[in-house]
């Protein structure tokens, strides 16, 4: 049991680190992508979201037709294909093998978090991926080029899909329920969550090198603040099992955002370092939801990560695309940057709503757990 638990383990937290790269090394590199026009890069930065969504409410059917193994290994085969295609073209492979790497993602973002059963090697992997994005992709632009930065992420995906191959026996297989669950608080709050994460990840180099902020300290600013975000993305999901007040929580995990925007909007030059660390705090209202989604998945029925992943990103795509359309139009960040801290406010209020409208007590999830193998042949599993 303690090796299967292990295996387990690291088997999610290997999975998990693929889910942000993608994003995190685009947004890294935008600024020196050749064939990313400004209207381009608008939609670059709001297009995994929409895609992501997508992605969320077909998981369920996909995973019904070909089962857990099949489902996660297609969803790593495309990611591999895709972000080694998005970058032997130009504008248009970029966009199409963005979108499908994102739908790739997407598949696997609805299923780890049933899969980790709360675990925290989910959330830690995710928050490691998006760190290595944000570090490693500027130190290779800089070295080699655009393309080899990003194209590198193909070959960190092939090696999770080996692992997955590899992995001994199956992990216990989510229901795949379908139908609507009502979570509409639940669902704005991570859609309000996912908005402002993926405008730290896309836009905070490109916010500090239009403050005067030189390349090289703007993407280092961007690995500080995916950075900060580890240590939260492995202490949340113990303190969203064990806070009783939840409604301070997601004002506690809401607070640093603020602080860090409000330090973009005031005076991003003066200490961009602060800032971009107060943005990587705030990613721990990431792991809240994210772990709050798997707590309330009532018999690992895909319903309700399926439901509140693909409406949440979708409206997160909207809020991406109006801040990046209101920079394009005023010529200037402080503008969007107003609308994001209209956001927060939002993501506070949907926030307290989510954890007062339905109160159940959050039960402690056991290690996530490898099933030994079947005798028999895997039909739809």
Same mark, same amino acid.
């Not at 059917?61 to 996660?72: E, I, N, S």
């Not at 509409?184 to 090198?209: D, E, K, N, Q, Y």
């Not at 602080?259 to 209202?285: C, D, E, K």
């Given at each position: 049991?303690?090796?299967?638990?292990?295996?387990?383990?690291?088997?999610?937290?290997?999975?998990?680190?693929?889910?942000?790269?993608?994003?995190?090394?685009?947004?890294?590199?935008?600024?020196?992508? !050749?064939? $990313?026009? &400004? /209207? =381009?890069?608008?939609?670059? +930065?709001?297009?995994?979201? *929409?895609? #992501?969504? @997508?992605?969320? %409410?077909?998981?369920?059917?996909?995973?019904?037709?070909?089962?857990?193994?099949?489902?996660?290994?297609?969803?790593?085969?495309?990611?591999?294909?895709?972000?080694?295609?998005?970058?032997?073209?130009?504008?248009?492979?970029?966009?199409?093998?963005?979108?499908?790497?994102?739908?790739?993602?997407?598949?696997?973002?609805?299923?780890?978090?049933?899969?980790?059963?709360?675990?925290?090697?989910?959330?830690?992997?995710?928050?490691?991926? !998006?760190? $290595?994005? &944000? /570090? =490693?992709?500027?130190?290779? +632009?800089?070295?080699?080029? *655009?393309? #080899?930065? @990003?194209?590198? %992420?193909?070959?960190?995906?092939?090696?999770?899909?080996?692992?997955?191959?590899?992995?001994?026996?199956?992990?216990?297989?989510?229901?795949?329920?379908?139908?609507?669950?009502?979570?509409?608080?639940?669902?704005?709050?991570?859609?309000?969550?996912?908005?402002?994460?993926?405008?730290?990840?896309?836009?905070?180099?490109?916010?500090?090198?239009?403050?005067?902020?030189?390349?090289?300290?703007?993407?280092?600013?961007?690995?500080?603040?995916?950075?900060?975000?580890?240590?939260?993305?492995?202490?949340?999901?113990?303190?969203?099992?064990?806070?009783?007040?939840?409604?301070?929580?997601?004002?506690?995990?809401?607070?640093?955002?603020?602080?860090?925007?409000?330090?973009?909007?005031?005076?991003?030059?003066?200490?961009?370092?602060?800032?971009?660390?107060?943005?990587?705090?705030?990613?721990?209202?990431?792991?809240?939801?994210?772990?709050?989604?798997?707590?309330?998945?009532?018999?690992?029925?895909?319903?309700?990560?399926?439901?509140?992943?693909?409406?949440?990103?979708?409206?997160?795509?909207?809020?991406?695309?109006?801040?990046?359309?209101?920079?394009?139009?005023?010529?200037?960040?402080?503008?969007?940057?107003?609308?994001?801290?209209?956001?927060?406010?939002?993501?506070?209020?949907?926030?307290?709503?989510?954890?007062?409208?339905?109160?159940?007590?959050?039960?402690?999830?056991?290690?996530?757990?490898?099933?030994?193998?079947?005798?028999?042949?895997?039909?739809?599993?």
């Amino acid at each position: 049991m303690f090796r299967a638990t292990t295996v387990s383990t690291v088997v999610i937290f290997v999975l998990a680190i693929n889910l942000r790269p993608a994003v995190t090394s685009l947004g890294a590199a935008l600024p020196d992508i !050749s064939v $990313a026009s &400004a /209207l =381009v890069a608008a939609v670059l +930065v709001a297009l995994p979201l *929409w895609a #992501i969504g @997508l992605g969320g %409410w077909a998981t369920p059917w996909l995973c019904g037709r070909v089962g857990t193994h099949r489902t996660v290994t297609f969803a790593l085969l495309g990611l591999v294909l895709s972000l080694a295609g998005r970058v032997l073209g130009g504008p248009i492979p970029l966009l199409a093998g963005t979108a499908l790497a994102c739908l790739s993602i997407a598949v696997l973002g609805t299923m780890l978090p049933l899969l980790a059963n709360g675990s925290a090697a989910f959330t830690l992997g995710l928050g490691l991926g !998006s760190t $290595a994005g &944000a /570090l =490693v992709t500027p130190a290779v +632009v800089m070295s080699s080029s *655009w393309r #080899i930065a @990003l194209g590198l %992420w193909a070959v960190v995906a092939l090696l999770a899909q080996q692992v997955w191959r590899r992995t001994p026996g199956e992990f216990v297989s989510p229901r795949t329920a379908s139908g609507w669950v009502p979570a509409t608080a639940l669902t704005i709050h991570f859609g309000l969550i996912s908005t402002v994460t993926f405008l730290v990840m896309g836009w905070l180099p490109g916010i500090l090198r239009n403050a005067g902020v030189s390349p090289a300290t703007a993407g280092a600013c961007l690995a500080v603040s995916m950075a900060m975000g580890l240590p939260m993305m492995w202490l949340v999901p113990g303190w969203t099992r064990r806070w009783t007040n939840q409604t301070l929580l997601v004002i506690v995990l809401a607070a640093p955002n603020v602080i860090g925007v409000t330090g973009l909007l005031l005076a991003p030059a003066a200490a961009p370092w602060v800032w971009a660390a107060a943005t990587g705090l705030g990613m721990g209202s990431l792991a809240f939801v994210l772990t709050t989604i798997s707590l309330r998945s009532k018999g690992s029925s895909l319903a309700l990560s399926a439901g509140v992943q693909g409406v949440g990103y979708v409206i997160a795509g909207f809020g991406v695309l109006a801040c990046g359309w209101l920079h394009t139009y005023t010529s200037s960040w402080r503008t969007p940057l107003m609308l994001v801290l209209g956001i927060l406010l939002g993501q506070v209020i949907s926030g307290h709503l989510s954890v007062t409208g339905r109160t159940p007590k959050l039960p402690v999830p056991g290690p996530l757990v490898v099933l030994p193998p079947r005798n028999a042949p895997e039909v739809g599993v």
